[in-house]
């Protein structure tokens, strides 16, 4: 059973544009959110992240967005470079759990 | 660098064959955590640790074992590898994913293990 989904494998956008990257969950005691993007032969690294009190977190070009009644997360990411392309993963965890599930990811190709 | 080391970075194994992949930390993080990543599926947690002497199963623990003797070290072992096993291993580390401005896991960068 998959909690956290992110339905879309691939994504191509092209340099200078928003590239959107959308995640969906099921569980709602899910309480905090984060997105990771990972390079080939990398671990992931952390990106952004946001609490379920809020529905917006900025930092720089990237912006998550939360939805909580939709139970929807999505990264914003304005003006896309080509140094963003890589697999971006959103993740959640519940109050008091250190442990955080994944989605599937996302791979974000940026067009010169 | 400071960091999540892991090593090896790649090996391959023959089916019954056992192993240990070794995830380090210089960070005095109390959590670790060892994750697998397969195509289409994610990132999925397979054993983690909330601190020394302790171990917990994670969503996909079958096969696997893992100790946690020293609050640096979180060891994972496959006793009889499979075929099934074949995937990319990534540790993790954190002081809580719930503390101040938060960046969540501090991750190495993976040992590709092949079994055939």
Known sequence: DQQVKQNSPSLSVQEGRISILNCDYTNSMFDYFLWYKKYPA??????????????????????????????????????????????????????????LTFGTGTRLTIIP | NAGVTQTPKFRVLKTGQSMTLLCAQDMNHEYMYWYRQDPGMGLRLIHYSVGEGTTAKGEVPDGYNVSRLKKQNFLLGLESAAPSQTSVYFCASSYSVWTGSNYGYTFGSGTRLTVV
């Open chain 1, 42 to 99: 990398e671990g992931p690294t952390f990106l952004i992240s946001i609490s379920s009190i809020k529905d917006k977190n900025e930092d720089g070009r990237f912006t998550v967005f939360l939805n909580k009644s939709a139970k929807h997360l999505s990264l914003h990411i304005v003006p896309s470079q080509p140094g963003d392309s890589a697999v971006y993963f959103c993740a959640a965890s519940e109050i008091g759990n250190e442990k």
